[in-house]
């Protein structure tokens, strides 16, 4: 695990859902654990910032010293407030880190080497390195990744900010990802049912 960190926002209620999303079941893993392991497949180290029922998050993740679990004592603020408790660490090379939020189990590793492959470019050529998003057909989703250029303003942000709008304010890319994992976020029972029957018959 030596191409940086990313920064797994798993702190909030999961209100809409009805059921705290984190810890519920997703193959073998759970909704969180699949978006870690994403995050290992592409060489990264996992960052998973919890907040509401941290002790629980803690517990789950405590038999894999490869999955970092740090807490964000004003998670109710929202979920900027976590990113900047996550990119606070020092994990990473210094170059910046990745963005993917605990309920996406779908993310695929792929969306991650992607990434990767264009900031070994950019470094190659000579370019001045700038927050990626993962796309598809211009639609942007996750991964993030943010440079550490930008990381270091996070701290003045209104922790009631959403951080999308904030970047994309700034010098940012796309990287083009064919899966639409990159987009599937699980916020209300119908789609965690419908993303469970899915992977039951593929």
């Known amino acids: 695990m030596d191409r940086g960190y990313c920064v797994i926002p798993a702190a909030g ?3 809409r859902m009805g059921d705290w999303k984190p810890l519920l079941p997703w193959g073998h893993s759970t909704i969180c654990g699949a978006v870690a392991d994403a995050a290992l497949a592409a060489g990264l180290r996992p960052v998973v910032v919890a907040g509401y029922r941290a002790d629980e998050l803690a517990a789950a993740f405590s038999g894999r010293p490869e999955v970092a679990v740090v807490v964000n004592r004003d998670w109710e603020r929202g979920m900027l407030g976590s990113v900047r408790v996550g990119a606070a660490l020092p994990l990473s090379r210094g170059s910046g ?3 993917a939020p605990a ?3 779908r993310l695929p590793a792929r969306a991650f080497e992607r990434a990767l492959a264009e900031l070994d470019r950019l470094e190659q050529a000579g370019e001045a390195t700038r927050t990626l998003f993962a796309s598809r057909a211009g639609r942007l989703g996750h991964p993030v ?3 550490a250029s930008v990381a270091v303003g996070l701290g003045a942000l209104d922790p009631g900010l959403r951080l999308r709008d904030h970047l994309l304010g700034l010098p940012w ?3 083009e990802v064919d899966d639409d994992g990159i987009f599937e976020d699980l916020d209300t029972p ?3 049912r419908e993303a469970i029957a899915r992977i039951l018959t593929e």
Request: hydrophobic share 50%.
């Open 97 to 99: 880190f990745f963005v």
């Open 13 to 15: 209620r999961s209100s």
């Open 145 to 147: 990744w943010i440079p």
């Open 103 to 105: 309920d996406m189990p």
């Open 173 to 175: 890319s796309a990287v």
């Open 190 to 192: 119908e789609a965690y």
